[in-house]
């Protein structure tokens, strides 16, 4: 288990929900990886991610799926690539990426809380 966080440090990070609305490899990447475009609604609109989670995804059937992710960690460059976001999931027996979503269509830009 990690260190014991207090309330206020969980506060910091924003967390929100959005729709993927493009999905494409990514063969620059070091790991293999899927750049995606998520759009977070008003006023946050659409951000950028590398995510590697080809194990389980392909780019055509993540359009339109609702992930959760972190949009204010600073921007990182993958292989010449701005990475916006950091979106989320959980590893699966092997490992593997496996996204967070939410249970029903939520709007996006919600706020995790």
Same mark, same amino acid.
């Given at each position: ?26 063969? @620059? ?6 750049? %995606?475009?998520?759009?977070? /609604? +008003?006023?946050?609109?659409?951000k950028r ?20 992710a972190?949009?204010n ?6 292989a010449?690539? @701005? ?5 989320l999931? %959980?590893?699966?027996?092997? /490992? +593997? ?6 249970d029903l ?5 919600g706020?995790?809380f």
């Amino acid at each position: 288990m990690a260190e014991t966080v207090s309330y206020a440090d969980f506060e910091r990070l924003d967390i929100r929900v959005g729709t993927i609305i493009e999905a494409e490899a990514f063969p @620059e990447a070091k790991k293999p990886a899927i750049k %995606l475009a998520v759009d977070f /609604g +008003a006023p946050l609109g659409v951000k950028r991610s590398s995510a590697q989670i080809t194990v389980h995804y392909s780019p055509d059937r993540l359009i339109g799926r609702q992930v959760l992710a972190v949009v204010n960690f600073p921007p990182r460059r993958i292989a010449g690539f @701005e990475s916006e976001i950091l979106v989320l999931g %959980l590893p699966d027996e092997n /490992g +593997a990426v496996v996204l967070l979503k939410p249970d029903l269509r939520v709007p996006d830009g919600g706020k995790l809380f």
